[in-house]
């Protein structure tokens, strides 16, 4: 179980928290991901989170199920980001987007320090 953790990646985006589920089986995934939240509780708690999904192929089931269990948890899944043909139309099929506006350039700082000009 302490493996598919490793496959979670979280960051922060404009829109909220993209997290990126790696290359675990989809209920090992979950599972992890589910017990990051419990952990961090008040990390996520009124998160707004778009999913990145890889290659997985998933049914209205499995993302419905785990938009469930977000809500439970106070979370809001609204972005599914997937390679799937059939990931991206079970998505849209339960009105989540499946597109994000993605940052052009690096993650800028939002405290930039400025450095004295005359630094000796």
Known sequence: MGEASSFIQIKGIRDGLLITL??????DLVAAFIDNIDNRSAFFQGGRVALDVGSQELRVA????LRDQLSERG???WAVLSESPLTE??????GLATRISKPRSPEVPEVVQQLPEDAA
């Open 22 to 27: 790696g290359g675990a089986a989809w209920p």
């Open 62 to 65: 499995e993302l419905s199920t």
């Open 75 to 77: 979370v809001s899944l």
């Open 89 to 94: 139309r079970t998505a849209q099929n339960l």
